[in-house]
DNA sequence: TTCGGGGAGATTTTT
DNA sequence: TCTCCCCGAA
């Protein structure tokens, strides 16, 4: 952003202090310029220290580049400043304060991973068939007793259903293992520190203290227990600025309520409101297609954005018969806009709804010859051999730690099967024993030979390194235990030629574990593990190469490029009707799209694909097609995408088949809240729409008749009256 | 008892 | 496309 003075609302914002402050910034309206503006004129104006700032941010990337910028405006210290997201806080704080909960400060974060890797020993243990439960929906379960903060005793009383009986009793036990472990969730994250506030007011009194101003980036998507960390903080000395946008609140399946943002002024009486309306980003096109789509929604706070950039060009359109036709569509006009506009590969953003979306882009990326980066997808410290070594550091680190043990206790092959295994567990139990305590003890369980043997020695080379934490840095340690493990040997002589790359991978591995102890020399394992855990792909991405983004709209989030293409757009059936159930999924829908859309400054492509295949390219859920019928036709220019050769179809019986390329009109001219008579079922009231070329489909409400909700072809609707616009 | 091949099933978004 | 699980071989 240029250097300008700030605008007039802007300088408001920032200047208001003294009571709590609510700022509303819609899309490109300056709202990182404002918050670090704020924290500089809070610095310089001596209203509070440094050190008593805390800043929290919705991703690492996001708290970095709010450093950066910090340390652009104020020249001096601003190391002091707490700016991080609210894990990272979190976690920090956790660090110096959990022994007080009964944990030990080496505590270790599971990811879902883990999370999934321990809820399948838990279901095992009481017996429940995965075909019942599975790990993974459990824990989504879990997630939400945790992020609605229900304790385990209300969730046992209010289940009804045998199911709910059970998801309690796992719930209970997955807690249990947890502490056991000493290991916490990522959700353990934000409710650890509140259980310190509520049992230990002196905690709460000390960070009160410590951190007497707060600012809260991205607020709309602040869940339950965010929420009640910073009013806990901020409660007394009212010190206190939130930034956010309810249109772009896009996290509501993880538990972000939107009624934080639109009922700020209830839990902060007295407080002062700011919206930022001007959008320096954008064409007005764009704008207008943004503003037109997200103003269909219930919930949400009245504001306009003014374009500051022109008209500028209108949206493209384009239909493609597949996921492969797209993404040359993207190539094509890629081409086309490098050629006309002069633009670098960095100036082209693809964002798509699902990970898998990417494959087929990648693709056509590889076959002519453009540069891309792909964010997201299988994360990097998320892959199995890195999670291998990580598992063997965790558990150094912390020997309770029973789900890293578990991963790595035969990898690589030692001998050591399910069965031996299972004695150890049972061992343990009877003895009271922590599981790994026992490994050293194969003659007490029985077991003998080649198994004792490799028990010892997984046990002793754990012990060794765990003495070791202290004498070697982490950059040693992780070296020298990788080799020691046998886990470099295993993938360096493996035949395998994915092996290749795993090994590869643990070599860059190792080389970020330098880079890590480069940058924070006096640093701990622990504090290593702790960074990695909380990291996600799109903190490590930066803009300075020149290449293609592709990652997903959530990712997005925060980011601005000149051209975007959204891909994909097309929808199933399922969302359709969940659509009519849920009002508030299909505001937050529309909310995402929203927010694809004002990712661009100059250009945005619409892209969506008539017969996408169902697996490897098109997620279950869909996208937001249901959405291009609420953006002003006139905003819309529909580009005729033709391939050079008409494609070449191979059925699954090898049967060769040309495929004829076809113009069919999208959703011809039904609106959402139209008016129609059904042949059948009289008349009613278009919900949503959905799918593309023949597929087209309608969710109707009927007034009269026998259903109420239905989801009916076009060809049997007549249209009987729009609503006044 | 462990290991490895091969078949079957499963897919949102992220700290 | 990737992961998990079952089953036969060592």
């Not at 807690?175 to 990522?186: P, Q």
């Not at 960390?229 to 538990?255: M, N, P, T």
């Not at 990652?551 to 989030?557: L, N, R, S």
Request: hydrophobic share 40%; aromatic share 8%; proline share 3%.
């Amino acid at each position: 952003m240029k250097k300008e003075r700030l605008n007039a609302s802007q300088k408001a914002a920032v200047e208001a202090v003294g009571n709590p402050v609510l700022i509303f910034a819609g899309a490109g309206s300056g709202k990182t310029r404002v918050l670090t503006h704020k924290i500089s004129h809070l610095v310089k104006e001596k209203i509070v220290s440094p050190e008593n700032i805390l800043a929290v941010t919705f991703t690492n990337k996001a708290a970095n580049e709010m450093k950066e910028r910090v340390r652009k405006l104020i020249k001096g210290k601003t190391s002091a400043i707490s700016i991080g997201t609210f894990h990272s806080i979190c976690a920090r704080l956790l660090r110096n304060e959990i022994q007080k909960l009964g944990y030990t400060r080496d505590f270790v974060i599971y990811d879902i991973q883990d999370q999934n890797a321990l809820l399948k020993t838990i279901l095992d243990g009481l017996d429940i068939p995965k075909t019942d439960i599975s790990p993974s929906g459990a824990g989504q379960n879990i997630s939400l007793f945790k992020n609605r903060m229900i304790p385990i005793k209300k969730a046992k009383s209010q289940a009804r259903t045998v199911l709910d009986k059970r998801l309690a009793e796992i719930y209970e036990a997955y807690e249990k293992a947890l502490k056991k472990n000493n290991a916490v969730d990522f959700d353990d994250l934000l409710l650890l520190p509140l259980k310190l506030f509520e049992k230990h007011p002196e905690v709460l009194k000390k960070y009160r203290e410590h951190w007497k101003y707060i600012l809260v980036d991205e607020y709309q998507d602040t869940n339950r227990p965010q929420f009640l960390f910073i009013k806990k903080l901020a409660e007394k000395h009212k010190q206190i600025c939130v930034v956010g946008d309810d249109d772009q609140s896009i996290y509501g399946w993880r538990g972000a309520d939107i009624r934080n943002i639109l009922d700020f002024e209830k839990a902060f009486p007295g407080c002062e409101t700011y919206t930022l309306e001007k959008n320096y980003r954008s064409t007005g096109e764009i704008l207008k297609a943004a503003t037109t789509v997200v103003k269909n929604n219930l919930k949400r706070a009245e504001k306009e954005l003014q374009a500051h950039n022109g008209e500028g060009e209108k949206l493209g359109l384009i239909e493609t018969n597949d996921e492969g036709e797209e993404a040359d569509a993207v190539v094509n006009a890629l081409e086309k806009e490098i050629k006309i506009n002069k633009r670098p590969f960095s100036n082209f953003a693809v964002l798509y709804r699902t990970n898998a979306q990417s494959r087929a882009l990648e693709d056509s990326f590889r076959r002519n010859g453009i540069p891309y980066n792909i964010i997201g997808g299988v994360r990097f410290y998320e892959r199995k051999e890195i999670k291998d070594i990580m598992a063997y550091l965790k558990l150094i680190v912390n020997r309770k730690d029973t789900v890293s043990l578990r991963r790595v206790i035969n990898f690589p092959p030692r001998g050591i099967g399910s069965k031996t295994l299972d004695k150890c567990v049972a061992y343990a139990a009877k003895k009271k024993r922590d599981l790994f305590d026992v490994l050293n003890d194969p003659e007490g369980m029985e077991i003998r030979g080649k198994q004792a043997d490799a028990l010892k020695e997984f046990h002793a080379i754990v012990t060794k390194y765990a003495e070791l934490l202290e004498k070697l840095s982490a950059g040693e340690l992780v070296r020298a235990l990788a080799e020691d493990t046998g886990v470099v040997r295993h993938y360096k002589e493996s035949e395998m030629p994915e092996d290749r790359d795993r090994f590869e991978n643990i070599m860059e591995f190792l080389s970020g574990v330098d880079e890590f102890m480069a940058r924070n020399p006096d640093a701990i394992i622990q504090e290593f593990l702790e960074e990695v855990s909380l990291l996600t792909d799109i903190d490590q991405w930066n803009d300075e190469d020149n290449r293609v983004t592709l990652m997903t709209v959530h990712a997005a989030k925060g980011l601005e490029f000149p051209v975007v293409f959204l891909a994909g757009l097309e929808d199933g059936l399922f969302p359709l009707y969940q659509a009519l159930e849920a009002v508030d999924q299909l505001e937050e829908e529309r909310r995402l799209f929203y927010v694809g859309l004002t990712r661009a400054k100059d250009k945005v492509y619409l892209l969506y694909a008539k017969n996408r295949r169902r697996y490897g390219g098109e997620s279950f859920y869909g996208m937001v097609s249901r959405f291009i019928h609420e953006i002003p036709e006139d905003s819309l220019e529909k580009i005729n995408f033709s391939s050079a050769v008409t494609r070449k179809l191979v059925t699954k019986k090898g049967k060769v088949r040309m495929e004829l390329k076809r113009t069919v009109t999208i959703f011809d001219d039904f609106r959402v809240g139209d008016t129609v008579e059904h042949a059948i079922f009289g008349i009613g009231k278009i919900m949503a729409l959905s799918g593309s070329g023949e597929n087209q489909r309608v969710g109707v409400v009927f007034k009269d008749g026998l259903k109420k909700k239905l989801i009916v072809r076009f060809a049997n609707l007549k249209k009987v009256a729009s609503p006044e616009s």
